[in-house]
Nanobody
């Protein structure tokens, strides 16, 4: 079992930066891939980024490639999402998730946090 708690969301202006954090607990948290997803109002949840269990490999959605950076600190059991040059279309609830796999994948996520709101004004 893995428990996930996100933090760091807020209201920012277009072009600003923001860093999300996700505190993970549970004995398997540091041994699986983790990822970030988001869901905008009226839209389905979509993949944002993933990082492998040791942090060596990452994967990003095309819409955030070059602007967002996912990382993890297994000593602190914490996942991060550094977001730069934010755009109004990045507005969404952002969810942290833990996969059943070790590789940085877009599927197979079994555990989810409660989400944190990110709002980007134009």
């Amino acid at each position: 079992q893995v428990q996930l708690v996100e933090s760091g969301g807020g209201l920012v202006q277009a072009g600003d930066s923001l860093r999300l954090s996700c505190a993970a607990s549970g004995r398997t948290a540091s041994s699986v891939a983790m990822g970030w997803f988001r869901q905008a109002p009226g839209k389905e949840r979509e993949f944002v980024a993933a990082v492998s269990w040791l942090g060596a490999s990452t994967q990003y959605a095309d819409s955030v490639q070059g602007r967002f950076t996912i990382s993890r600190d297994n000593n602190r059991n914490t996942l991060y999402l550094q977001m730069k040059n934010l755009k109004p279309e990045d507005t969404a609830v952002y969810y942290c998730a833990a996969s059943r796999y070790k590789a940085a994948v877009t599927v197979g996520y079994e555990y989810w946090g409660q989400g944190t709101q990110v709002t980007v004004s134009s």
